[in-house]
Protein backbone atom coordinates (compact mmCIF):
# COMPACT_ATOMS: atom_id res chain seq x y z
CA UNK A 1 0.00 0.00 0.00
CA UNK A 2 1.26 3.41 -0.85
CA UNK A 3 2.05 5.81 1.59
CA UNK A 4 -0.36 8.20 0.47
CA UNK A 5 -3.23 5.56 0.63
CA UNK A 6 -2.40 5.02 4.64
CA UNK A 7 -2.43 8.73 4.90
CA UNK A 8 -5.96 8.93 2.68
CA UNK A 9 -7.23 5.86 4.94
CA UNK A 10 -6.05 7.81 8.61
CA UNK A 11 -7.98 10.81 7.32
CA UNK A 12 -10.92 9.19 6.71
CA UNK A 13 -10.72 7.48 10.34
CA UNK A 14 -9.68 11.02 12.09
CA UNK A 15 -13.38 12.52 12.39
CA UNK A 16 -14.39 8.82 13.82
CA UNK A 17 -11.00 9.04 16.45
CA UNK A 18 -12.07 12.61 17.53
CA UNK A 19 -15.73 11.14 17.53
CA UNK A 20 -15.28 8.37 19.83
CA UNK A 21 -13.39 10.43 22.04
CA UNK A 22 -15.97 13.13 22.19
CA UNK A 23 -18.62 10.35 22.97
CA UNK A 24 -16.37 9.08 25.76
CA UNK A 25 -15.54 12.62 27.72
CA UNK A 26 -18.37 14.18 26.60
CA UNK A 27 -20.97 11.65 26.86
CA UNK A 28 -21.01 11.35 30.73
CA UNK A 29 -20.82 7.94 30.12
CA UNK A 30 -18.68 7.56 33.32
CA UNK A 31 -20.68 9.98 35.33
CA UNK A 32 -24.05 7.83 34.04
CA UNK A 33 -22.71 4.76 35.22
CA UNK A 34 -21.91 6.23 39.33
CA UNK A 35 -25.41 7.67 39.14
CA UNK A 36 -26.81 3.96 38.30
CA UNK A 37 -24.92 2.01 40.93
CA UNK A 38 -24.96 4.72 43.50
CA UNK A 39 -21.53 6.34 44.06
CA UNK A 40 -20.76 9.11 44.71
CA UNK A 41 -16.77 9.53 43.54
CA UNK A 42 -14.84 11.81 41.73
CA UNK A 43 -12.96 11.36 38.08
CA UNK A 44 -10.21 10.97 39.72
CA UNK A 45 -11.32 9.07 42.91
CA UNK A 46 -13.29 6.58 40.42
CA UNK A 47 -9.92 6.30 38.24
CA UNK A 48 -7.58 5.40 40.96
CA UNK A 49 -10.56 2.49 41.85
CA UNK A 50 -10.50 1.68 38.58
CA UNK A 51 -6.85 0.91 38.19
CA UNK A 52 -6.72 -0.84 41.12
CA UNK A 53 -9.34 -3.46 40.09
CA UNK A 54 -7.83 -3.66 36.84
CA UNK A 55 -4.51 -4.45 38.38
CA UNK A 56 -6.10 -7.02 40.40
CA UNK A 57 -3.31 -6.27 43.21
CA UNK A 58 -2.19 -3.58 45.31
CA UNK A 59 0.11 -0.83 44.04
CA UNK A 60 2.64 1.30 44.82
CA UNK A 61 1.05 5.41 44.37
CA UNK A 62 3.51 5.70 41.72
CA UNK A 63 2.43 2.55 40.04
CA UNK A 64 -1.23 4.14 40.05
CA UNK A 65 0.22 7.48 38.93
CA UNK A 66 1.40 6.27 36.18
CA UNK A 67 -1.39 3.73 35.13
CA UNK A 68 -3.65 7.16 35.36
CA UNK A 69 -0.89 9.36 33.80
CA UNK A 70 -1.08 12.12 36.10
CA UNK A 71 1.80 13.13 39.05
CA UNK A 72 2.30 11.30 42.46
CA UNK A 73 1.04 13.96 44.75
CA UNK A 74 -2.29 13.81 42.97
CA UNK A 75 -3.06 10.49 43.49
CA UNK A 76 -2.22 10.96 47.20
CA UNK A 77 -4.30 13.62 47.64
CA UNK A 78 -7.44 11.48 46.42
CA UNK A 79 -6.59 8.53 47.96
CA UNK A 80 -6.56 10.29 51.17
CA UNK A 81 -10.55 10.78 50.46
CA UNK A 82 -10.89 7.04 49.47
CA UNK A 83 -8.90 6.13 52.55
CA UNK A 84 -11.59 8.14 54.94
CA UNK A 85 -14.76 6.45 52.83
CA UNK A 86 -13.01 3.10 53.34
CA UNK A 87 -12.96 2.44 49.83
CA UNK A 88 -8.83 1.81 49.62
CA UNK A 89 -6.48 1.33 52.44
CA UNK A 90 -2.67 1.40 52.87
CA UNK A 91 0.12 -1.17 53.40
CA UNK A 92 3.66 -2.25 53.83
CA UNK A 93 4.92 -3.03 50.76
CA UNK A 94 6.86 -6.19 51.86
CA UNK A 95 9.34 -5.76 49.34
CA UNK A 96 10.25 -2.13 50.95
CA UNK A 97 9.10 -1.32 54.38
CA UNK A 98 9.90 2.47 53.47
CA UNK A 99 7.36 1.84 50.84
CA UNK A 100 3.33 2.11 51.31
CA UNK A 101 0.84 -0.36 48.61
CA UNK A 102 -2.67 0.89 48.51
CA UNK A 103 -5.35 -1.85 47.92
CA UNK A 104 -8.98 -2.11 47.68
CA UNK A 105 -11.49 -2.66 50.56
CA UNK A 106 -13.97 -4.92 50.04
CA UNK A 107 -16.50 -2.34 49.07
CA UNK A 108 -13.98 -0.58 47.31
CA UNK A 109 -13.61 -3.93 44.86
CA UNK A 110 -17.34 -4.10 45.22
CA UNK A 111 -18.17 -0.76 43.88
CA UNK A 112 -15.40 -1.02 41.33
CA UNK A 113 -16.90 -4.09 40.07
CA UNK A 114 -20.35 -2.98 39.87
CA UNK A 115 -18.88 0.04 37.79
CA UNK A 116 -17.80 -1.85 35.18
CA UNK A 117 -20.16 -4.41 35.36
CA UNK A 118 -22.49 -1.45 34.30
CA UNK A 119 -19.88 0.00 31.53
CA UNK A 120 -19.60 -3.57 29.83
CA UNK A 121 -23.14 -3.92 30.32
CA UNK A 122 -23.98 -1.05 28.18
CA UNK A 123 -20.95 -1.49 25.96
CA UNK A 124 -22.25 -4.74 25.27
CA UNK A 125 -26.08 -3.89 24.27
CA UNK A 126 -24.17 -1.35 21.80
CA UNK A 127 -22.64 -4.15 19.92
CA UNK A 128 -25.81 -6.26 20.42
CA UNK A 129 -26.27 -6.82 16.44
CA UNK A 130 -22.37 -7.40 15.48
CA UNK A 131 -21.83 -11.13 14.65
CA UNK A 132 -19.25 -12.61 17.40
CA UNK A 133 -16.26 -12.49 14.49
CA UNK A 134 -17.20 -8.64 14.32
CA UNK A 135 -16.81 -8.35 18.19
CA UNK A 136 -14.05 -10.37 18.03
CA UNK A 137 -11.74 -8.65 15.12
CA UNK A 138 -13.13 -5.24 17.17
CA UNK A 139 -11.33 -6.16 20.06
CA UNK A 140 -8.27 -7.53 19.40
CA UNK A 141 -7.83 -4.72 16.70
CA UNK A 142 -8.95 -1.62 19.58
CA UNK A 143 -6.05 -3.58 21.90
CA UNK A 144 -3.96 -3.44 19.04
CA UNK A 145 -4.08 -0.20 18.29
CA UNK A 146 -4.11 0.94 22.15
CA UNK A 147 -1.12 -0.86 23.02
CA UNK A 148 0.38 0.38 19.84
CA UNK A 149 -0.24 3.98 19.84
CA UNK A 150 0.64 3.84 23.90
CA UNK A 151 4.03 2.51 22.80
CA UNK A 152 4.82 5.20 20.15
CA UNK A 153 3.54 8.33 22.37
CA UNK A 154 5.57 7.01 25.04
CA UNK A 155 8.96 6.65 22.88
CA UNK A 156 8.16 10.16 21.22
CA UNK A 157 7.52 11.37 24.59
CA UNK A 158 11.49 10.30 25.24
CA UNK A 159 12.82 12.61 22.43
CA UNK A 160 11.39 15.53 23.77
Excluded: C
Amino acid sequence: MAATDAGDELRSVLPRLVQLGNLMNRSGLGERAMKQIGADLDRPGLSIILALHMSGKAMRVGEIAERMQVAGPHVTRHLHVLERRRLVHGLADPDDRRARLVELTPDGAELAGRYVTTLLGWFGEALSGWSEVDRRTFYDLLLRFTDDLATFLSAVGEED
